[in-house]
Nanobody, 122 residues
């Protein structure tokens, strides 16, 4: 019921852009905080950005000014526009949903997508 489906990852050169998309079931989209995490092999998942139902957003410091999270209520979609990409942004990116605002720990998220690989070459 809560499965999320990401798309939009790929390979891009440093300085380039990508837009990730996440499709969510209507119930999940209308009742949960939607967020993007990323994970590098051997490290914990990191909260990158989150957006509330009322549109309030959060960004981790390392992506402020470069990434934008948004939502399309008519389509039950969440997006992550990533500009000025850097090699250190390389990771698997996951869409997630939580009942708690600003839950940094991945354990507070109830639903997850399968992940999409983003690779930024230098």
């Amino acid at each position: 019921q809560g499965d999320l489906v990401e798309s939009g990852g790929g390979l891009v050169q440093a300085g380039g852009s990508l837009r990730l998309s996440c499709a969510a079931p209507e119930h999940t989209f209308n009742n949960y905080v939607m967020a993007w995490f990323r994970q590098v092999s051997g490290k914990e998942r990191e909260l990158v950005a989150a957006i509330r139902l009322i549109g309030t957003t959060y960004y981790v410091d390392s992506v402020k000014g470069r990434f934008t999270i948004s939502r399309n209520d008519a389509k039950n979609m969440v997006y992550l526009q990533m500009n000025s990409l850097k090699p250190e942004d390389t990771a698997i990116y996951y869409c997630a949903a939580s009942a708690v605002w600003l839950a940094v720990s991945s354990e507070r998220y109830n639903y997850w997508g399968q992940g999409t690989q983003v690779t930024v070459s230098s």
